[in-house]
């Protein structure tokens, strides 16, 4: 039994709660004030129809119905632009279509002929006897019995159809392995041919040694009967003896070249590390010639002017010794003028002053 209904935003109910009680319960109102929506809202939740939007409310996102069957059971079919689901006690379970997930459907156990549409036709009465026999069937639990035959003969059918073709591939395979009906004589005859293989490998090893066995035998019988070739090593080992100790003077000497080399080598490593600064002096050198040279020639310039200075030195002397000559002169003249009282340019008598 449905105890309570909650509507939000579907078609004129922004938001409704119902509480319903046992037996018969009557929803009376006005034209227009949502009492059809109630049953399409039962409805949409237990058929999942109709599947568009043009049930959820104006200006709303998403609409919702909330069923309680019971104390414990409660179910929730929500519908918007992102989401599209059921929920049973919190559970989650995707609505696609027209489909009403399994685990709803016990819960509820409805079918359509529990709900009667305000525009549906009369029940039982505008049908036709085949449909009236269909509904009928189902409020009695036969549509159950005639399910169950039917699902029954229709995988019976399937499991048949699977046997055949499993019949029909074992045949194929009957007959595939009729051609291999000669392997056991082909495994004998393999493993007659292993045996033969490695007897021969075997066979062949063993003269392979014989050979090498012979070879060595051959070139010991060439060494022993080939005196010539003792007596050479004879000469040469006496020869050898004997230019030993040369032989020890020559190591030694080269091992005093290469010790020579080798300090020659780092002679020259040496020769590169400080050839930047041999460079780098010889370029002081040079700086400090030329600066050398800059400095005689103004010692040469100071020795110049320095006459010079003396050569005006001693013309000032001359120029103060003359001036104390010409003084003197002039001291002298006024003292002549005065004692003659005569011009001594003109010759002319001079007039007391």
């Known amino acids: 039994m449905i105890e309570k209904l909650v509507l939000k935003n579907f078609q004129a109910h922004k938001k409704t709660e119902l ?6 319960n009557a929803i009376t109102g006005e034209s227009d004030q949502g009492k059809s929506s109630i049953i399409r809202a039962l409805y949409w939740v237990f058929f999942n129809k109709p599947s568009g939007n043009e049930f959820i409310r104006n200006t709303a996102q998403s609409s919702f119905v909330h069923v309680q069957s019971d104390e414990e059971n409660w179910i929730t079919r929500l519908k918007g632009k992102n989401h599209n689901e059921y929920k049973i006690n919190g559970e989650e379970f995707n609505a696609t ?5 399994t685990e709803v459907n016990e819960v509820i156990n409805i079918t359509s002929t529990n709900i009667q549409l305000q525009d ?8 036709n006897s085949p449909d009236v026999a269909r ?3 189902q409020v009695v639990g036969l549509e159950n019995i005639d399910n169950s035959l039917q699902y029954v003969n229709k995988h019976t059918k399937r499991q048949q159809t699977a046997i055949n073709h499993i019949q029909s591939d074992i045949e194929k ?3 595939e392995l009729n051609k291999f009906s000669t392997l056991p004589d082909i495994e004998q005859n393999h493993e007659k041919y292993k045996k033969l293989t490695e007897d021969y490998d075997e066979y062949i090893n063993k003269i392979k040694q014989i050979k090498e066995l012979s070879e060595k035998i051959s070139e010991q019988k060439d060494k022993i009967a080939d005196e010539d070739t003792i007596n050479k090593l004879s000469t040469h080992l006496e020869a050898y003896l004997q230019n030993n100790e040369h032989y020890t003077q020559i190591k030694k000497t080269i091992e005093k070249i290469s010790s020579t080399i080798e300090n020659l080598e780092e002679l020259q490593e040496f020769i590169e590390k400080i050839d930047p600064i041999h460079k780098q ?6 700086k400090a010639e030329k600066y050398q040279d800059e400095m005689i020639n103004a010692v040469s310039n100071i020795q110049e002017t320095e006459k ?3 050569n005006i030195k001693e013309i000032e002397k001359e120029i103060k010794t003359a001036g104390e000559n010409l003084t003197f002169a002039e001291e002298n003249f006024e003292t002549i003028k005065t004692e003659l009282q005569i ?3 003109c010759e002319s008598i001079l007039k007391e002053q």
């Open 135 to 137: 509904h009928l069937n």
């Open 97 to 101: 279509r027209n489909d009403v997930p």
């Open 343 to 345: 011009c001594p340019f």
């Open 19 to 24: 509480e319903f009680c046992n037996g018969l």
């Open 308 to 310: 010079i200075i003396k």
């Open 173 to 175: 395979k009957k007959a």
């Open 120 to 127: 549906d036709p009369y029940f039982l009465l505008s049908m």
């Open 281 to 286: 002096i010889k370029n002081n050198i040079q």
